[in-house]
Each structure stands twice: as structure tokens, then as C-alpha cells.
């Protein structure tokens, strides 16, 4: 069975995006909030689940519970994209605006992933 390619681009975003969790661990640290214990565990945790859940996209019978983790993923990580807007360093020094517009994002990718679980 061949995957729509959008199913690919998908999954090799969040590997990607996974990898990066590794290449670049302080980037990522940085935007986890306080008051989470632990923030390099988290972030290789949120990595390795970016990966194995981009590859399990990938495969026809994993699809719908990649996709389900997926979302999951994607809300549990929302509190770092609300503490990027709300702390300036965490920030990155974006504009606010910019910060703003990433948190219905997350109601996007949802969206997307929702596709492949229905």
C-alpha cells in the first residue's frame, strides 16, 4: 500500500523536528516551563517520541495510533508554546505577534494528524 505523500511529509517533519531535539537539546530546554521537573529528560523524551512516531506514520498498519500519539504529543507540548510567548527569552526574541500565531498552530497540526485517525 503506497501513503499519500502528505502522510510522508508529515512524518518526516516530526522526524526531522525530532532529530533537531538532539543536535540542538538547549533550544528546546529552554522553552520548557519551570514548574516541569527535568527538562533535559523531557526534551529527549519529546525527541525520541517526534521520531518513532514520524517513522510509525510511515508504516500502513501503525498510521492511526502514530497519528493518535501524535495529537497527544502535540498537546502536552503546548505549555512550552504558551511559555514562549509569555517569557521573553524563552522567546527567542521573536516578535510577539509571531509567538502568538504559533498556538492556534498546534489546533493546525492537530487537524492534520486527525486525518489519518478517522
Known sequence: MILPWHLYLMASLYILAGIN??????????????AFKNP????????????????LLT????????????IALLIA????NVYMFQNKKAGFGLPRWI??????LQI???YWAAQYVF
Request: glycine share 10%; proline share 11%; no cysteine.
Open 59 to 70: 508504516l500502513p498498519f501503525t498510521t492511526r495510533i502514530a497519528a493518535w500519539g501524535i
Open 77 to 80: 507540548v503546548f505549555p512550552a
Open 99 to 104: 509567538l502568538f500565531v504559533r498556538l492556534p
Open 40 to 55: 533535559k529528560l523531557i526534551n529527549i523524551l519529546s525527541g525520541g517520541a517526534e521520531i518513532i512516531l514520524g517513522i
Open 21 to 34: 531535539h538532539f543536535r540542538k537539546p538547549g533550544m528546546y530546554i529552554k522553552i520548557i516551563p519551570p
Open 108 to 110: 493546525i497540526l492537530i
